[in-house]
């Protein structure tokens, strides 16, 4: 059982950071049958809903016609487990992970806390 020793390492990753709050949260990669997987990305959260969060971060695009690369941003909605939701707030740069898609506009899933608004990055 691969699959099951990884999501035991992830659960004591974040059980270390704050009780958490063991609710039946089915769409939860760590207490739920939510899994995570695919392409992962980090980025800013710009905005904050129950249960979502949207994020933006930077990314370089080609532009053939000018042989230059111009800056474009790109923004994700993903989902913001119940366990947490009061550790993420506006301003924090999260990682977030493909997942099925859970909505029209959600397929990717909250899974880490890099930063804090004001923390310096190790
Ligand atoms: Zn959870």
Do not use: W
């Not at 000018?66 to 989902?79: D, G, L, V, W």
């Amino acid at each position: 059982m691969k699959r099951k020793e990884k999501t035991e390492k992830k659960m004591k990753k974040t059980e270390t950071k704050a009780a958490v709050a063991r609710t039946d949260d089915r769409d939860c990669p760590f207490h739920g049958n939510l899994k995570a997987r695919g392409r992962v990305f980090e980025g800013k959260v710009i905005k904050k809903f129950p249960n979502r969060v949207a994020i933006e971060f930077e990314r370089m695009v080609y532009v053939r016609k000018y042989e230059r690369y111009s800056k474009s941003k790109t923004k994700i909605h993903a989902r913001l487990p119940v366990c947490m939701e009061k550790d993420i707030d506006i301003g924090d740069l999260i990682r977030v992970q493909e997942c099925r898609p859970l909505s029209k506009i959600i397929h990717f899933v909250v899974i880490s806390k890099v930063k804090g608004k004001e923390e310096k990055r190790k």
